[in-house]
């Protein structure tokens, strides 16, 4: 994956969601922030893309359970193939959204420079309500009542998320 198949030239904030196999978790954020980025029309403001830490799900779609709760609400994440971040991404995003502890310790690790590493952010953070939370629960090893809970998570944070970069990035769309 390229950064110019995933992001146009003219993005001006790129993001990357990061979870564990890039199958659940960092799919339904992709798939919901590109929706509030389109309905918003700031596609050409904002680059989203999705990464896992590991490489075992590498080509595959997204778990049924996670594609399966992103239809129920009116999303379709059925393009999405799994990939796992590269640390040479670091140069080209402005923030790394990570899931929950473990990928922020592997993705600080892989960062070699302090901008890198203050680039990668819990997503809970930005959601006042849920940041106790600290961490989105991993849905892989449970049922599909778990993946749609944590795509309410998810929204309501992302929802955040783009509240809180939205203003910059229409100051930068004229």
Not at 44 to 70: C, F, N, Q, Y
Not at 123 to 150: I, K, R, T
Request: proline share 4%; net charge negative.
């Amino acid at each position: 994956m390229t950064f110019e198949r995933a992001f146009g030239e003219s993005a001006l904030f790129r993001i990357c969601f990061v979870c564990t196999g890039n199958i659940c978790r960092s799919p339904m954020a992709e798939t919901v922030f590109k929706s509030m980025v389109k309905q918003a029309g700031l596609e050409k403001g904002i680059g989203v893309m999705s990464a896992g830490t590991g490489d075992w799900h590498v080509g595959e779609p997204s778990d049924d359970r996670t594609l399966a709760a992103l239809e129920a609400h009116g999303h379709n994440g059925s393009g999405h193939r799994a990939r796992q971040f590269d640390p040479s991404w670091f140069a080209d995003l402005d923030l790394v959204v990570v899931f929950d502890r473990s990928q922020e310790r592997i993705l600080k690790a892989w960062a070699t420079t302090e901008a890198d590493r203050s680039k990668v952010q819990l997503l809970l953070s930005f959601d006042s309500e849920q940041a106790p939370l600290v961490d989105v629960p991993d849905p892989y090893y449970s049922d599909a009542a778990l993946f749609d809970q944590v795509l309410g998570m998810i929204t309501k944070a992302c929802a955040a998320l783009f509240r809180q970069i939205k203003p910059a990035i229409r100051q930068g769309v004229t």
